[in-house]
């Protein structure tokens, strides 16, 4: 029988090797220039490669780790400190909560882009759901409850939309209005992370479906939703980097 999550495991392994030298250079331009966007593009670039490494853990849990609770359905969690951590790395509670921590930081990221003033209204809202969602991710698990796990994914991908749907689209626009070589190639490399972002929870959202439907799970879906997440990574930083905000 094939054992999915060691395809997965090997596959996500393969993602975050890409993904790390990309953070560790936006930390290095960090320090180097010590300002707030560089700062916010290090944060964003973290958050997601952090949630990357938790759902590749989930992998390592379930192909090799022998703990009962997270392998059999009918095992109950057994409400200890270690298993309120595992099953929710398992379920991938963590690396929705990092997911919405880089939505989080995008936001503000994109105000510095377009040199926008945030709203104190808009700036609370972000952040309320911010902790709305994190809460959620973090407190509201029962183990096999599909409801909460939809609910968990379903706030996310409406945070993920609410945020990068404007910033596709100021992209867009700014890309249009633009003749300079270098910033078109910026907010063409910001559209592009934009929508794979975007199209992250998309991927997931339809395998998620063929969950529903019987299919065991790691659709072409699965595989494309972490090829998005690398377009997503390199095209923020390139997006950044042609900016050359200093």
């Not at 105000?111 to 509201?140: C, M, P, R």
């Not at 997931?204 to 997503?232: A, K, S």
């Not at 997006?239 to 905000?245: A, C, E, S």
């Amino acid at each position: 029988m094939v054992d999915y999550y060691f395809i997965g495991m090997l596959y996500e392994g393969i993602v975050l090797l890409i993904a790390l030298p990309v953070v560790i250079k936006s930390l290095i331009n960090y320090i180097k220039v010590r300002n707030e966007l560089s700062l916010l593009l290090f944060l964003i670039l973290l958050s997601y490669t952090c949630s990357i490494f938790f759902s590749w853990v989930s992998k390592v849990l379930n192909a090799f780790s022998n703990i009962d609770y997270i392998i059999y359905e009918n095992i109950p969690d057994p409400n200890t400190l270690e298993s309120w951590i595992l099953l929710r790395i398992a379920d991938f509670r963590i690396t929705y909560f990092f997911i919405t921590v880089a939505i989080f930081f995008s936001y503000f990221f994109k105000g510095k882009i377009f040199e926008k003033e945030i709203k104190k209204i808009n700036k609370y809202t972000i952040q309320g759901f911010t902790l709305f969602n994190l809460i959620f991710a973090l407190f509201i698990f029962q183990k096999e409850n599909l409801l909460f796990d939809a609910l968990t994914f379903f706030f996310v991908f409406v945070f993920m939309i609410v945020v990068y749907l404007p910033f596709l689209l100021s992209s867009i626009k700014a890309y249009k209005s633009t003749d300079h070589p270098r910033f078109r190639k910026s907010f063409l490399s910001l559209s592009i992370m934009s929508f794979s972002y975007i199209s992250v929870l998309l991927c997931l959202l339809v395998d998620r479906i063929y969950i529903l439907l019987g299919h065991f799970g790691f659709t072409i879906f699965y595989f494309l939703t972490w090829v998005f997440v690398i377009i997503g990574i390199i095209s923020t930083y390139y997006g950044y980097l042609k900016l050359n905000i200093n």
